[in-house]
């Protein structure tokens, strides 16, 4: 909670720091990067850097954080928090790396705002900064502890025993530890970080998620190849699918992520776009192996059949439940038969759907954007509609 005396500058200053917040953080970013380029190269996603995206969701994040504070002192962004120390737990992320981030984000709001950061100011953001940093430190401890890690050893080795084609654009990767022995459990809808040393040396790391059941001794992950290879944000896909073969060993963390699949018998909508459908089959075949009973919607959509990823294999796990059903649309018919799928953009006005639902969304933000405004229409409440985002969370949605 903010202090008393923190409170009206921070809701004074707000509206001056929101406005400068995307110059702000372009600003800490450059100046971090040129003091720690080993960050730029080894840590961050050099494309979501490229592109603005992480500039975006820093600037997004604080400016949710901070209104929070002086609007509901009392509550606290826990969706965004809990999603957030994942990411940075499957990156590896310590405590000490908040210093460096403190250093650099106070000197781009000087920079920025220059006289306006009196010394009572500089005070009140840097409480707002240390109490978001606070809440995810102690987040991102209680995952290592979680998973018995030292703060950010998370890395292992893993060797590809399996390699297939699933589409032009997508192949998939079942891996087992180098070592010999089975890989750790995770829970149904969780993703691992690989990372990959490219030709100009630096390591990158991506985030796929686990596309099949825990408990199997194995992990699979699917990897849809970004088409700018020359870019920063397609190097790690490009790599893989140019260079990644049975035998090969990556260097991936251990499970994380926060949209997993809940106990308990409720029922269950499963809605994806594109490779948004991996974390949904994990949870699918967890279903199915686990011979569930409930009630299960599951949704998707895709450009074409031949675009949409492990294709059969969704809908057989689908059909394995005993109460589920199978909902997908194509935005073409390419060449395949459709079978029952309809053509056009998802649409689940018209679908039946069970009351006390718990909702997962995964795929581009404008399909979730379009899902959840649905639902919300439907009467499902909005702490009922979970989703995940692949690459920074430009969606402050998640209220």
Request: glycine content about 8%.
């Amino acid at each position: 909670m903010l202090s008393e005396q923190s409170i009206p500058l921070i809701r004074a200053t707000l509206p001056a720091v929101g406005a400068a917040l995307g110059e702000i953080t372009t600003r800490f970013y450059a100046g971090m990067f040129q003091a720690h380029p080993e960050l730029l190269r080894d840590l961050f996603n050099r494309g979501n850097q490229a592109n603005g995206e992480q500039q975006k969701a820093l600037a997004g994040s604080i400016a949710s954080f901070a209104t929070l504070l002086v609007e509901r002192p009392d509550a606290r962004p826990d969706a965004m928090l809990s999603r957030i120390a994942n990411k940075h737990a499957a990156l590896g992320v310590t405590s000490e790396q908040y210093k460096i981030v403190h250093e650099h984000l106070f000197a781009a709001i000087v920079d920025v705002l220059g006289d306006a950061v009196t010394p009572e100011v500089a005070a009140a953001w840097d409480e707002v900064y240390w109490l978001m940093a606070g809440a995810l430190i102690a987040a991102e401890t209680r995952l290592y502890q979680e998973r018995r890690l030292a703060e950010g050893d998370v890395w292992r080795r893993m060797e590809i025993t399996e390699r297939n084609e699933e589409t032009a654009d997508a192949v998939s990767f079942v891996l087992r530890p180098a070592d010999g022995s089975a890989a750790e459990s995770f829970r149904p809808g969780q993703y691992v970080s690989v990372q990959v040393e490219l030709p100009d040396g630096a390591r990158q790391i991506r985030q796929y998620s686990l596309s099949s059941a825990p408990g199997r001794g194995q992990w699979r992950i699917t990897v849809k190849r970004v088409h700018e290879p020359a870019a920063p944000d397609g190097e790690v896909s490009t790599w893989l699918h140019r260079n990644a073969r049975v035998g090969t060993v990556l260097t991936t963390s251990a499970p994380f992520g926060d949209l997993v699949l809940p106990d308990g018998d409720g029922p269950l909508l499963l809605a994806s776009a594109g490779i948004g459908n991996t974390p949904m089959l994990a949870m699918l075949d967890h279903l199915a192996a686990t011979g569930s009973p409930r009630r299960v919607t599951v949704v998707h959509a895709d450009r074409s059949p031949a675009e949409h990823a492990h294709r059969d294999e969704h809908r057989r796990l689908a059909e394995a439940l005993p109460d589920a059903a199978l909902h997908v649309w194509y935005e073409e018919p390419g060449d395949a038969d459709l079978g029952t799928a309809s053509l056009g953009q998802a649409d689940i006005s018209a679908l039946e759907l069970p009351d006390n639902l718990t909702a997962y969304l995964c795929g581009p933000l404008p399909f979730m954007r379009a899902v959840r405004a649905a639902l919300l229409g439907r009467g499902v409440p909005a702490a009922s509609i979970h989703y995940e985002v692949f690459g920074p969370d430009l969606w402050l949605g998640q209220a």
